[in-house]
């Protein structure tokens, strides 16, 4: 098991979740052991409002409820930033800093306010509206997603090319060699995994999702956000933020500007991502958030590296 300790003269890296990863009773366990969690919790049901506070779907749920886009993406924030709270109350009397950070598609935003580009208030207000454009469009041009398993990249794109005659359809999330998401309108989609399949494709299994994330689809998305984000003062990052659509970390304002103009429609890179921390010497991801989905794709990107939890974290402290 990996303590602190065992961090000390290692490059580290701090890694989130995005979308997908929720489950009813996230932070639970927080909320349980931790004021400042639970004051953080506190303030997100007044950041975001309605008729239904935050914390109570995060910890009651219904499932289709949390998992709306509307409420998933404010309530992983909300968790994952807990998260790092909690982390960070080990690491700085170690004198232990991270030397990057990355989030898998809505994760970046928490990897940002990490890095202390955003505040904790104005990112969650940034990604509730974020959830709430990407709802609308879904409904107004309704898509979907697919993970294909077992079929190299090259062939998936030539795939995407001869399906996009049904419509709009491209690779989307980049996840780790031989799994990569494809997203697009859902007579491409269907199309899409019927050619995945006939060109040797070990799995074509369509997400759980009516939104064609990482897509074209998304455009008019990125038009209301860049909006938004006209009037947001961003911070410089205190750490590296290694940037989902090019794999290169942010390390300016600018840089995370052009970073958040195209993000919700631009494909995610996160093989590319993982193996820029590791080139720049970063030998321990520490995965905050709910489960454990980016360190079983770290582990399929470089299984000599190391992935660790919070809770792998707090039980070696507590030994």
Known sequence: ????????????????????????????????????????????????????????????????????????????????IAAWQATETLLVPAGLRPSMTAGHSLGEFTALVTADVL??????????????????????????????LGLDDDVLEEVCVEASAEGIINLANANCPGQ????GEVVALEKAMELAKAAGAKRAARLNVSIASHSPLMAEVSAELNR?????????????????????????????????????????????SVRTMIDAGVQVFVELGAGAVLAGLIKRIDRGVKTVSLADLRAAASE
């Open 119 to 148: 505040d904790f208030a104005t990112a969650l207000t940034l990604v509730r509206e974020r959830g709430r454009l990407m709802k609308e469009a879904g409904e107004k041009r309704p898509g979907g997603m697919a993970a294909i």
């Open 180 to 183: 990569t998401v494809i997203s």
């Open 1 to 80: 098991m990996t303590t602190i300790t065992d961090l000390l003269g290692t490059s580290f890296a701090i890694v989130y979740p995005g979308q997908g990863s929720q489950v009813v009773g996230m932070g639970d366990d927080l909320l349980a052991t931790s004021e400042a969690a639970r004051d953080l919790y506190a303030a997100a049901d007044r950041i975001v409002g309605g008729s239904q506070p935050l914390s109570q779907i995060m910890h009651e749920g219904p499932d289709d409820v949390l998992a709306d886009t509307w409420n998933a993406q404010p309530a992983l924030l909300t968790h994952s």
């Open 228 to 272: 938004l984000l006209d009037d947001i003062d961003l911070r410089t990052p205190q750490i590296p933020v290694v940037a989902n659509t090019t794999g290169r970390p942010l390390t300016t304002v600018d840089e995370v500007r052009d970073e958040l103009r195209h993000h919700v429609e631009l494909p995610v890179q996160w093989t590319t």
